[in-house]
C-alpha cells in the first residue's frame, strides 16, 4: 500500500503524518452507537465524523462474524461501529498511517471493544481471508495507488464475502464501479445519499458450463 504520492508531506495518507499534533476529540452518533472519538491532524477527516463514513454504518447491514477488514480505518469510526455491533467478530482496522493507527487503538481500548486490531498492511497475517471488508478507501491517494490497493486487498475477501465501499460521485464513485467491474466483479449501488454511493462489491459468479451433449456426441451445434 503506497504511503502516498511526492510532495505529500501531511497528507493523511502518509504513514508519518508532517502535521503537528493537535489531539482533540468528534462526535459519532448513530441509532445503535453514541460515542466520543480521539481524534489529530494528519489524519482523515480529525475535523468531524466524514458524511460518506456516516453514510456508509447508517446503511450498512448486519456483517457476518470471523476476520472483518476495516481498509483505510483513520481514528477508527468504522472499526468500532463494527467491533460493537459483531463482537464475535475481530476487525482488522489496516492503515498506512502510523498516527491514525494509535488513535483507533486507543478509541476502541477506551471503549471496551477488545476485538478490534489496529495495524499496518505488512502486519496483517499473510493467510487470513476476511469475511467481509468495509472501507471509505483513500480517493485523494490517486487512481493508480487506489487501484493497487484494492488489487491487494478485494482477493483476501473469502469466497462468498462481501466489499462495502462508500465513495462520492464528484470523487469518482462510477468510475470506480466500471473498473471494478471491468476486472471481474459484480458491483451493485446499494444507496447514495448527497452524492455518496454505497457499493457492494462480490467475486463475479463463474460461467455457467453449456450442458453436455447427447451421449456419444458433442451436443447441439456438433459439426459431427
Known amino acids: 500500500m503506497s504511503s502516498g504520492p511526492p510532495g505529500a508531506a501531511g497528507h493523511y495518507f502518509q504513514a508519518e503524518p508532517s502535521a503537528p499534533s493537535r489531539p482533540a476529540t468528534v462526535h459519532l452518533h448513530l441509532p445503535d452507537v453514541d ?7 494528519g489524519v482523515f477527516s480529525a475535523g468531524r465524523v466524514d458524511p460518506g463514513t456516516m ?7 448486519p456483517l457476518p462474524g470471523g476476520d472483518i477488514l476495516d481498509l483505510g480505518c483513520g481514528y477508527g469510526p468504522i472499526a468500532c461501529t463494527l467491533a460493537r455491533r ?3 467478530a475481530t476487525v482488522w482496522a489496516v492503515d498506512v498511517n502510523q498516527r491514525a493507527l494509535a488513535l483507533t487503538a ?17 502486519d496483517v497475517p499473510g493467510g487470513l481471508r476476511f469475511s467481509a471488508m468495509v472501507s471509505n478507501p483513500p480517493i485523494k491517494v490517486g487512481k493508480l495507488a487506489l487501484h493497487e490497493m484494492l488489487q491487494r486487498w478485494l482477493p483476501r475477501v ?13 470523487l469518482g464513485a462510477d468510475s ?13 449501488r446499494r444507496g447514495s445519499k448527497q452524492g455518496y454511493r454505497l457499493l457492494r462489491v462480490t467475486a463475479a459468479p463463474a460461467a455457467t458450463p453449456p450442458a453436455p451433449g447427447p451421449a456419444g456426441g458433442d451436443g447441439p451445434g456438433s459439426a459431427g
Open 35 to 41: 460515542v466520543e472519538l480521539g481524534v489529530d491532524r
Open 86 to 88: 459483531s463482537p464475535d
Open 55 to 61: 453514510h456508509l454504518l447508517r446503511v450498512l447491514p
Open 176 to 188: 470506480l464501479a466500471a473498473w471494478l467491474t471491468s476486472g471481474g466483479r459484480a458491483v451493485e
Open 106 to 122: 486507543a478509541n476502541a481500548a477506551s471503549l471496551g471493544l477488545g476485538n478490534v486490531r489496529a495495524v499496518a498492511p505488512d
Open 158 to 170: 473469502a469466497p462468498g464475502g462481501e466489499a462495502w465501499m462508500v465513495v462520492h460521485r464528484h
